[in-house]
């Protein structure tokens, strides 16, 4: 996810069964909740019922897609939405103030 998302996220800035990893639109969008979600069980300040949406407009969701040349792979979408669902509170915050996204992330457009 790391080339879908976070590089986009890098140029500006759900539980998983209720997930979406059918395209990169809906990843994204499934990403940025998962994000906002685990800041919200985290007790991060500042997080209000608009996070999904800002994050998804931050992150350019209703554009995104992988690198010309590469496939987007909707199992490694879902495996990178359940790693960040079953981070803990301080792996999280970790990875998000370093910009990084668990491993599993690397996969998703390849």
Do not use: W, Y
């Amino acid at each position: 996810m790391r080339s879908l998302v976070v590089a986009a996220s890098f140029s500006l800035l759900l539980s998983a069964c209720g997930s979406d990893t059918s395209n990169p639109v809906a990843a994204c969008n499934s990403f940025a909740s998962a994000i906002c979600n685990k800041a919200s069980s985290c007790n991060v300040s500042g997080i209000t019922s608009a996070c999904a949406s800002n994050l998804e407009a931050a992150i350019d969701c209703p554009h995104a897609a992988c690198s010309s040349g590469q496939s987007f792979d909707s199992g490694a979408a879902s495996n990178c939405i359940n790693a960040i669902n079953g981070l803990s509170c301080t792996d999280a915050g970790d990875a998000l103030e370093s910009g990084s996204l668990p491993s599993v992330c690397d996969s998703v457009c390849h």
